[in-house]
Nanobody, 117 residues
Framework: QVQLVESGGGLVQAGGSLRLSCVASGSIRSINAMGWYRQAPGKQRELVAVISSGGSTNYADSVKDRFTISRDNAKNTVYLQMNNVKSEDTAVYYC???????????WGRGTQVTVSS
């Protein structure tokens, strides 16, 4: 089992910056890729960014050139640096990790990000 705990959400003005963190614990060695998803009210959960165990990254088109995902394996932590945020970035942001050994996804409880215009 893997436990994920997010932090860093809050209220930010449009054009501002915020950094989210997600600390993993438990069966750390079973983790393969990690990522961030978000869900806005009335919308489906969507992928924001993902980073592989080797450091390869992939982003949703809507956040490219504004958000950066990074991973510190020594601290079992994945980050999401959010720059030039927009009102449409308002959502609950969830940390995700998948297992390298079986088709299982782990999720954090989420952290709210609210962008004021």
């Amino acid at each position: 089992q893997v436990q994920l705990v997010e932090s860093g959400g809050g209220l930010v003005q449009a054009g501002g910056s915020l950094r989210l963190s997600c600390v993993a614990s438990g069966s750390i060695r079973s983790i393969n890729a990690m990522g961030w998803y978000r869900q806005a009210p009335g919308k489906q959960r969507e992928l924001v960014a993902v980073i592989s165990s080797g450091g390869s990254t992939n982003y949703a088109d809507s956040v490219k050139d504004r958000f950066t995902i990074s991973r510190d394996n020594a601290k079992n932590t994945v980050y999401l640096q959010m720059n030039n945020v927009k009102s449409e970035d308002t959502a609950v942001y969830y940390c995700n990790a998948n297992s390298r050994y079986r088709p299982v996804d782990y999720w954090g409880r989420g952290t709210q990000v609210t962008v004021s215009s």
